[in-house]
């Protein structure tokens, strides 16, 4: 029986895959915007602003076949464990590294699950805020896990990934998304210096982040 | 002749008329030096590249008549709304109204097209839409910005779902003569506005000096001039699709054309306000679909209204 389920899990995973990213380009037209790097076979980060639940699967469609099939997301367990069908998604159709989130239990420590996954040759995409940012500034103060992968692997590109206008298609509390136009903007990479201080690191990245977003004047 | 074969002898000439322009494009390459990009010549394929694809789709959908005309232009208007809602103002509050604007208006619109009831779709967007959205953001609280906010999206609505749908809308006009026939109408309309913004663009490059709306458009009165001329020469001869006659046919293309050329200077300068280039990147090479279809836009409502007050 278990031996059918992962059979069965493994085929529907790309099938779910292609139904997601075919989804997402029907209702927000998601255009990848390459402007600081070439979509090339490379292992880097993405970090980027997260205002949706949207987001993760959002850089996940844009990234062309060869990219994202070495692409894995880090996401929260919690959400991501919930039901079955959650399950089934972040773990088949993602390959998420999944964090689990909990401080006051015994758990696995996150930093060593994000470099072993690096260290097996995966790109990643992670979200440095940590939480949704519900507020009206760009970004929230970037948590220490990108200064932590920076200083442990500093080979690997930081790509800051900016996303547009997810916010306006699936606000919190809606259910039914508007079909706006989103783009994915991805910049130029960005490196730990030597002996650079974490926050003044934090800055920059959440500065080159910003930096990404596409103007439109309202 | 039935209405199929003259579609297809349609077709036939629009595809003969764009392998001389393939060609012509690729003999103009070929004369310039290798490794010099030409923004004209590349606009220009793009434009031929596009056309293209619009004239199968085109064929396709006046060959299943009514159902696939309208179905055609459902699309088009949800991408035209899309791109249009993607650079207007709105707030949290105004979720809801999209929602309905995209998922009930617009297909309602088309809805009432289909069947036909002049009465309900001429006013249905301009009078209910209208109304209904604002009560819709207002119930949410959010005032900042209230007034910009519903009177773009009701803008959004007229020009890419209102205005779009006239065209469909063409076949439902009782006018003289054979049914079947109305389609080729729209055909009509189509090709004399599209035809007529290309030599526009043509003669504006080769002849143009006088900018009309200097910092808005490249747009030239005597590309204009020679644009309209064309398109009206073009109705001339396409008079046997409608039942205007030649002299009407003319007329009716002339007006078309003008409006739908002021059209895309309207649009190009909401483009210019918002600081984007393009509506969107969905055409490779061209734009939006409200790129594509700025002018046919404008032209739609005022050609419908007008044969139906003349020709009805």
Same mark, same amino acid.
């Given at each position: ?218 | ?45 793009? $434009? &031929? ?5 619009? =004239? %199968?789709?085109?064929? *396709?959908?006046? /060959?299943?008549?009514? #159902? ?113 026939? $109305? &389609? ?5 309309? =189509? %090709?004399?506005?599209? *035809?007529?913004? /290309?030599?526009?663009? #043509? ?110």
């Amino acid at each position: 029986m278990t031996w059918m389920t992962r059979n069965l899990r493994t085929f529907a995973a790309p099938i779910v895959g292609h139904g997601i990213r075919l989804f997402a380009r029907f209702t927000t037209a998601v255009r990848a915007d390459w402007k600081g790097i070439e979509p090339v076979v490379k292992q880097r980060v993405y970090y980027s602003n997260h205002t949706s639940n949207a987001d993760m699967p959002m850089i996940w469609s844009v990234l062309p076949g060869a990219i994202r099939r070495q692409t894995r997301p880090v996401a929260a367990a919690d959400y991501w464990l919930k039901t079955p069908l959650r399950a089934f998604a972040g773990r088949d159709v993602f390959r998420a590294v999944l964090i689990d989130r909990r401080r006051d239990v015994e758990r696995d420590d996150p930093m060593a699950l994000i470099l072993a996954a690096l260290d097996e040759g995966s790109s990643l995409i992670i979200f440095p805020e940590g939480n949704r940012n519900m507020t009206e500034d760009p970004l929230l103060p970037f948590r220490s896990g990108l200064y932590n992968i920076a200083k442990a692997r500093p080979d690997v590109d930081l790509v800051p990934t900016w996303i547009a206008n997810l916010n306006t298609v699936m606000p919190k509390g809606e259910i039914i998304p508007l079909p706006l136009i989103c783009t994915v903007t991805f910049g130029q990479p960005v490196h730990l210096k030597d002996d650079e201080p974490m926050g003044d690191f934090l800055t920059r990245a959440a500065d080159a982040l910003v930096a990404q977003r596409p103007e439109v004047r309202k | 002749m039935t209405t199929t074969t003259e579609i297809l002898l349609l077709m036939l000439g629009a595809s003969g008329i764009l392998i001389m322009l393939t060609i012509f494009g690729d003999l103009v390459r070929a004369r310039r030096p290798a490794g010099a990009p030409n923004p004209v010549l590349e606009t220009y394929t793009t $434009r &031929v590249q596009s056309w293209w694809a619009m =004239v %199968i789709l085109m064929t *396709l959908a006046l /060959l299943t008549g009514m #159902f696939g005309v309208s179905m055609l232009f459902g699309f088009v208007s949800f991408a035209a709304l899309r791109e249009f809602l993607t650079l207007t103002a709105k707030s949290k509050a105004d979720h809801r109204s999209l929602v309905l604007a995209f998922f009930v208006v617009l297909p309602l619109q088309y809805l009432f097209v289909g069947m036909g009831w002049i009465g309900l779709f001429t006013v249905f967007i301009p009078v209910y839409a209208f109304l209904l959205l604002p009560i819709v953001s207002a119930l949410r609280g959010d005032t900042s910005r209230f007034l910009v906010r519903v009177a773009e999206t009701q803008w959004g609505l007229m020009v890419s779902v209102f205005c779009l749908s006239h065209v469909p809308a063409l076949m439902v006009l009782e006018l003289p003569g054979d049914g079947a026939r $109305r &389609v080729l109408v729209i055909a009509f309309l =189509v %090709i004399v506005v599209q *035809l007529g913004d /290309l030599l526009d663009f #043509f003669f504006g490059r080769r002849i143009g000096k006088r900018k009309i709306a200097a910092g808005i458009s490249p747009k030239t009165w005597e590309g204009m001039a020679a644009g309209v001329l064309s398109a009206t020469a073009i109705g001339g001869f396409l008079y046997w699709l409608t039942p205007f006659g030649v002299l009407g046919a003319m007329g009716m293309a002339a007006v078309a054309s003008t409006t739908g050329m002021f059209g895309s200077i309207v649009l190009a300068a909401i483009k210019k306000d918002r600081g984007v280039r393009d509506w969107s990147h969905l055409i490779p090479g061209q734009g939006g679909f409200v790129d594509q279809l700025d002018s046919v836009i404008f032209a739609a409502p005022v050609f419908f209204h007008l044969a139906r007050l003349i020709w009805t």
